[in-house]
């Protein structure tokens, strides 16, 4: 039967990016075809921290109610207190965070609490007005784009592009567009930027507080990969909050996606909001996320491992993954990588690539190589946006085992180079 879907279904039932992405992802995962992904969030399986994680399902089993509790009891809709109290005591002890568990509310992963955060804050309000999620910094996130429950939810400003090198380039916030208006609820970044690696300097990130805190309006800062955990940032950065931000992190990238454990830090009304609508959508958070990670937190290991194992390898993997592409792409071929400051991939720019994106994106899915196509990171736009950037560019992951990242590399740039002979 052909049911009847409402703007809602319409907006969430009837396929997105993100939605193709993860469906490419499972795909390979589950071993569909000879299917090379250099496309998803997957984060790669570090040997350390997988044994990190065995030791922790064996203490958790070892312990007596250990395994009862973390699979057999509901928690509450903020997440459990003892790993709240824990987080509270480990930023109040590094940085000087003026917070307690109250500040805290855990999520069922990062991506829901941002569609929670975005349909609270923004969308058609009680008197009729309008308000919308404002991106200064565009390419932005492939997640955000569909989670709203309205329409015409997002103002997105485009990046500044400073060419940097030969075949290297970096965004640049353009603080002179950045001017809120009261139809604005709040300021969004990603710090590493998703898709591009970029890593918005302490300054820049200060300069977008003081423009919030001048509206009125909360600065989210979307910090699945950055800093302190799991610190996926080759650069040094410094931690900031206050209760003007709401900043989220994950333990998808330290290596725990599976358990779907986001955290939100934000003024408690937020918390007690995020709590609330917790309730309603799911009655309460997974738990064996929580109860991995409680102790490493509790200890400070967690930053440690973050420090002295993560960063390192994906740094390892950056850098090999750049020299993969300078010995393969053709130097007469006009491309450019995105510096490459932190996250899980390298975010490469064809100038004038004569077909579009996604047309690369099938060509190279047609040899079995999955890449994200740019045109679904530039949303928020004027509709009549003409830019060819937007048709110009491919997320390219590195967290898959060293051969499979460099034979696919290798056809990502035989495809390339065939696409400007053929033009």
């Not at 299917?35 to 921290?49: D, F, N, R, T």
């Not at 932190?342 to 994106?361: D, H, M, N, R, V």
């Not at 491919?394 to 400007?420: H, L, N, Q, W």
Request: glycine share 10%.
């Amino acid at each position: 039967m052909d049911w009847e879907l409402s703007k809602f279904g319409e907006n969430l039932c009837e396929g997105s990016g993100i939605g193709e992405l993860m469906d490419d992802l499972g795909e390979a995962l589950a071993g569909g075809g000879d299917v090379k992904m250099l496309g998803g969030g997957q984060p790669a399986h570090i040997p350390e921290m997988d044994e990190v994680w065995r030791r922790r399902m064996e203490e958790i089993l070892a312990e007596p109610g250990g395994m009862e509790r973390a699979l057999g009891n509901y928690d509450v809709p903020a997440g459990n207190e003892a790993f709240r109290v824990a987080l509270a005591n480990l930023f109040k002890e590094e940085f000087g965070w003026e917070v307690t568990a109250e500040n805290f509310a855990v999520t069922m992963g990062g991506q829901t609490a941002f569609f929670m955060l975005f349909n609270a804050l923004a969308g058609r309000f009680a008197d009729g007005r309008r308000k919308k999620i404002l991106l200064p910094l565009l390419p932005e996130y492939i997640g955000y784009s569909d989670q709203a429950v309205g329409e015409d939810f997002f103002e997105a400003i485009p990046a500044r592009i400073e060419k940097t090198g030969p075949h290297e380039f970096k965004y640049h916030v353009d603080f002179d567009a950045v001017d809120p208006g009261d139809d604005i609820a709040a300021i969004c970044v990603s710090r590493p930027t998703n898709p591009s690696g970029n890593v918005l300097t302490d300054d820049e990130i200060e300069h977008l507080r003081e423009i919030a805190r001048e509206k009125g309006i909360p600065l989210i800062v979307d910090n699945a990969y950055g800093a302190p955990f799991p610190n996926v940032i080759f650069s040094e950065v410094k931690p900031v909050w206050d209760e003007g931000m709401i900043l989220t992190l994950s333990l998808s990238k330290i290596g725990l996606p599976g358990t779907r454990t986001g955290i939100v830090i934000a003024d408690k009304k937020i918390c007690r909001a995020l709590s609330s609508m917790t309730s309603i959508v799911g009655l309460a958070n997974p738990n064996l996320g929580q109860e991995i990670m409680r102790p490493l937190v509790e200890s400070g290991e967690v930053l440690r491992l973050s420090r002295e194992v993560v960063r390192p390898f994906y740094e390892v993997r950056s850098q090999m993954a750049q020299r993969w592409f300078a010995k393969y792409l053709p130097d007469e071929i006009p491309y450019y990588i995105h510096r490459s400051e932190g996250a899980l991939f390298l975010w490469l720019w064809f100038e004038g690539l004569p077909i579009t994106s996604k047309e690369l994106y099938q060509r190279l899915k047609g040899r079995g190589i999955l890449v994200v196509p740019s045109e679904y990171f530039f949303f928020g736009l004027p509709e009549d946006t003409d830019w060819p950037h937007i048709r110009e560019c491919i997320r390219v992951s590195y967290t898959m085992p060293e051969e499979v990242v460099e034979e696919g590399i290798r056809i990502i740039a035989d495809e390339v180079r065939k696409a400007y002979e053929e033009a």
